[in-house]
């Protein structure tokens, strides 16, 4: 499989994946043959908070539905850390669009963008993390390149965000992508689960 690479992301998410392998970068190269031209920059890699709690309690997931459910279906999931405390929760893609990257840019390239939700509806508090968050093409690569969002007050956050039970983060992610590969899919494949929840995005 080849692979669009962004630190830290891709290394999560292959192990929920487990389908990952090889070193090819799909964007890459497109944008090489094209220097002339402005390239967005990818933002910074999401970093792990190494005090977290939730990284250290051995969490696991209920797994989610075998076959990708559709934009706007929420998967209704139960955590369960190494002490024995459960959370329940929601987690649904909403929506999904492309556009072009603003400013000048390879025609070629485009951003990729999803509307993602995460609550927590009952239990302990839960940790929630845009890095877990990636796109799957119809030949399986998978896209971890996130780009700064365009309008921060709608975007999802970007640093570790605690739910408690009745709260929510809601916003959208961009990835940068290539008009030419559509994704096939949005996963969301947490540390703790037996493999991603997917979410099928029209062709």
């Given at each position: 499989?080849?692979?669009?690479?962004?630190?830290?992301?891709?290394?999560?998410l292959c192990t929920a994946v487990a389908a990952c392998g090889g070193t090819a970068d799909v964007v890459s190269g497109t944008a090489q043959k094209t220097k002339s031209a402005s390239t967005p920059t990818p933002s910074k890699a999401d970093e792990p908070n190494t005090e977290n709690p939730e990284s250290a309690a051995g969490l696991t997931y209920s797994a989610p539905p075998d076959s990708p459910m559709a934009l706007g279906e929420a998967w209704l999931w139960t955590s369960t850390t190494r002490s024995g405390a459960k959370a329940t929760g929601t987690t649904a893609v909403l929506a999904y669009e492309q556009h072009k990257p603003p400013g000048p840019a390879d025609e070629n390239l485009r951003y990729d963008q999803v509307k993602v939700r995460i609550c927590s509806t009952s239990g302990t508090p839960v940790t929630v993390y845009r890095r877990f968050i990636a796109l799957i093409t119809?030949?399986?690569?998978?896209?971890?390149?996130?780009?700064?969002?365009?309008d921060p007050k709608t975007a999802f956050p970007s640093k570790d965000?605690?739910?408690?039970?009745?709260?929510?983060?809601?916003g959208t992610i961009d990835f940068l992508g290539v008009r030419s590969k559509r994704p096939a899919q949005a996963v969301w494949g947490p540390n703790g689960a037996s493999k991603p929840a997917r979410w099928a995005i029209p062709q």
């Open positions: 499989m080849r692979i669009i690479t962004a630190a830290l992301s891709v290394g999560l119809p030949r399986g690569e998978v896209n971890t390149i996130k780009m700064d969002a365009l965000t605690v739910l408690k039970p009745g709260q929510c983060a809601e």
